[in-house]
């Protein structure tokens, strides 16, 4: 069973920062993608930004240039750093993980989510 936990949330004016970090835990063969999504209040769950145990990176065009992801391999960890952030920024930030239980299965895990408050 993998278990992931985000910490880095909170409140902030437009213009700062915040950073965004989740930790896998648990049994697992080995982490492939991992990244994180967000909801608003009445909207679908979006993907924001993702990467691969490459290293390769994919970000949803609304936070291109202000969002950066990263993630340790050694502590099966990602990261978002999150700049220049804007109140449409507001939701819950959820972290997923692309987990190999074994070799030949992935399985999706998904963090309990963590609030960002962006005020203008």
């Known amino acids: 069973q993998v278990r992931l936990v985000e910490s880095g949330g909170g409140s902030v004016q437009a213009g700062g920062s915040l950073r965004l970090s989740c930790a896998a835990s648990?049994?697992?063969?080995?982490?492939?993608?991992m990244g994180w999504y967000r909801q608003a209040p009445g909207n679908q769950r979006e993907l924001v930004a993702a990467?691969?145990?490459?290293?390769?990176?994919t970000y949803a065009d609304s936070v291109k240039g202000r969002f950066t992801i990263s993630r340790d391999n050694a502590k099966n960890t990602v990261y978002l750093q999150m700049d220049v952030l804007k109140p449409d920024d507001t939701a819950v930030y959820y972290c997923n993980a692309q987990v190999a239980t074994v070799p030949w299965s992935t399985v999706p895990a998904w963090g309990p989510g963590t609030q960002v408050t962006v005020s203008s």
């Open positions: 990467v691969t145990g490459g290293g390769s990176t």
């Open positions: 648990g049994s697992f063969f080995t982490i492939n993608d």
